[in-house]
C-alpha cells in the first residue's frame, strides 16, 4: 500500500506511472497526501502548507512555512504587460478558455523559469504558478463581469487574497469574511492533488518531451474543462436546478439508470471511488457552514443534492455499480454561495489543482529513469492492401 504502481513494460508501459506524492485507495475511500490523510490537512492545515508538503515531500517547519509563504506572496503580480491578453477575448468568453489563453502566454514572458533542466528555475516555474493562478483567475472573472482589474495584496492570506481580488471594487470598501475565507482555503485542499487523473496526465504527458511547464499546465487547464472530469461541479449545479424540486428528483434518478438516456447524475461515480469520495464529506460539511454563515437558511439546489443522495444511497443500481457522490456533487452549491457564478467553479477547480499538477511535473522530470510519454495503441484497422487507381474505384 505505497501508492507506487509497478511499470508494465508492455503493451501499457504509459498508462500507469510510478509516484510518491498522493495514494488513493478507491474501495475504502482513502486519499493521502504525501501519506497525510486528507482528512486531517483540511482541518488542521491551511492550502499554502499543502502546497509546500506536495512541493517538497514533507509538512514544514514554522521558519519554512514562513519562508514558503513569503516567497509565494512575492509572485501574486502579474507581468502588466499579460492584463492586455484579457482584451483581447469576447466578454462573454467562458473563463476556462481564458485561463488555457493566459497561462499558456505565460510561457512568452518568464524565460528565467523555463530550463527544466535547472533545480533552480524548475522551483521559481512552481512558485511561479501557485501565486499567479488566483491572480490569472480573479482577472478572468473581473473581465468577464467588466469590472476593474484588483492587484493582489499581500497583506491577505491566500485565499483572502483571491477572494479580495474578485469580489472587491474600488467604488466601496470590503472586507474578506475570514470565515468564507477558512472554507475557500479549504476547497483548495481538496482540490489540490488526486494522483494520475486525466489532467494530472496530460501535464506529465507534454512535461516528458521537455516543454515549456507554464505550456504543460495549459494543456492540464485544458483537460480539466471538460464536463465528465473538472467540468462537472458546473454540470451538477445545473443539473440540481434543473431538477428543481425534490418532486422531480425521482424522474431524473431513472433517467440516470436508463441505458438508453445519455443523461447521468453529475457529481455521482467516479473513475477510481468505489466507495464515498471523501473529499466530497468534507464538502458537504463545508457547503453547510457557509450557507449558515450566510444565513441561506433554505437553498433549493441543497435540498435536492440530499434528496438525490439519500435516494441513489439507497438504490440498487448505483450500490451495485458502487455509485458514489465524489467532490463536484456539493462543490457548485458552495462555490455558488460564495458568490461565483457557475461558468467559475471548473476555473476555481484548476487553481487548485495547478499545485498538484505541478508536484506531479516536477517528480517526472526529476525522474533520471524518465522518458517521453509513448501511448501505445491496439491496431484494429484495415490489414495491409493495395493501393487501387480512382477509375478503378
Ligand atoms: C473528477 O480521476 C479523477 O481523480 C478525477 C477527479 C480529480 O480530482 O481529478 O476526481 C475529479 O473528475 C470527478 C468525476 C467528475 N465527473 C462527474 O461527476 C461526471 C459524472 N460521472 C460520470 O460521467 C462517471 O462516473 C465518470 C466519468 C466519473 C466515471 O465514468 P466510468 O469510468 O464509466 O464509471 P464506472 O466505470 O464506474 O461506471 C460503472 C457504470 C457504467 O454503467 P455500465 O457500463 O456498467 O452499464 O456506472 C455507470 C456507467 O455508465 N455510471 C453512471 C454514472 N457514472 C457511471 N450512471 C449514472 N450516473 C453516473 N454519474
Known amino acids: 500500500n505505497t501508492g507506487a504502481f509497478t511499470y508494465d513494460p508492455g503493451f501499457t508501459s504509459t498508462a500507469s506511472c510510478e509516484s510518491k506524492i498522493t495514494y488513493i485507495d478507491g474501495d475504502e475511500g482513502t486519499l493521502l497526501y504525501r501519506g497525510y490523510p486528507i482528512e486531517q490537512l483540511a482541518e488542521h492545515g491551511d492550502f499554502l502548507e499543502t502546497c509546500y508538503l506536495l512541493l517538497y515531500g514533507e509538512l514544514p517547519t514554522p521558519v519554512q512555512k514562513q519562508d514558503f509563504d513569503t516567497r509565494v506572496t512575492r509572485h501574486t503580480m ?64 473581473k473581465y468577464s463581469i467588466g469590472q476593474p482589474f484588483v492587484y493582489p495584496n499581500n497583506e491577505l492570506g491566500y485565499a483572502a487574497n483571491f477572494l479580495n481580488m474578485c469580489f472587491s ?43 515549456n511547464p507554464f505550456a504543460c499546465i495549459a494543456a492540464g487547464i485544458a483537460c480539466l474543462w471538460g464536463p465528465a472530469h473538472g467540468g462537472a461541479n458546473e454540470a451538477a449545479l445545473n443539473m440540481l436546478h434543473e431538477i ?8 431524473y434518478v431513472a433517467k440516470a439508470k436508463d441505458k438508453n438516456d445519455p443523461f447521468r447524475l453529475m457529481g455521482f461515480g467516479h473513475r477510481v ?21 450566510l444565513g441561506i437558511k433554505d437553498d433549493p439546489a441543497l435540498d435536492v443534492a440530499i434528496e438525490l443522495e439519500k435516494i441513489a444511497l439507497s438504490d440498487e443500481y448505483f450500490v451495485e455499480k458502487k455509485l458514489y457522490p465524489n467532490i463536484d456533487f456539493y462543490s457548485g452549491i458552495t462555490l455558488r454561495a460564495l458568490g461565483f457564478p457557475a461558468e467559475m467553479f471548473t476555473v476555481l477547480f484548476a487553481l487548485a ?25 491496439l491496431y484494429t484497422g484495415a490489414t495491409q492492401r493495395d493501393y487501387v487507381d480512382i477509375n478503378k474505384r
Open 244 to 251: 428543481g424540486n425534490l418532486d422531480s428528483v425521482d424522474k
Open 353 to 377: 489543482r495547478t499545485v498538484g499538477w505541478i508536484a506531479q511535473w516536477k517528480e517526472m522530470v526529476e525522474d533520471p529513469s524518465q522518458r517521453i510519454g509513448r501511448p501505445r495503441q
Open 273 to 293: 471511488y468505489k466507495n464515498y469520495d471523501p473529499r466530497a464529506r468534507i464538502m458537504q460539511t463545508t457547503c453547510h457552514e457557509v450557507l449558515n454563515e
Open 169 to 211: 471594487v474600488p467604488a466601496e470598501k470590503y472586507e474578506v469574511n475570514p470565515v468564507l475565507a477558512r472554507a475557500m482555503d479549504r476547497i483548495f485542499i481538496l482540490h489540490a492533488d488526486h494522483e494520475q487523473n486525466a489532467s494530472t496526465s496530460t501535464v506529465r504527458l507534454a512535461g516528458s518531451s521537455g516543454a
Open 78 to 141: 502579474l507581468h502588466e504587460q499579460m492584463a492586455r491578453f484579457f482584451s483581447g477575448f469576447r466578454r462573454d468568453a467562458h473563463p476556462m478558455a481564458i485561463m488555457v489563453g493566459v497561462v499558456g502566454a505565460l510561457a512568452a514572458f518568464y524565460h528565467d523559469s523555463t530550463d527544466i533542466s535547472d533545480p533552480h528555475q524548475r522551483m521559481v516555474a512552481s512558485l511561479r504558478m501557485v501565486a499567479k493562478m488566483p491572480t490569472i483567475a480573479a482577472m478572468a472573472y
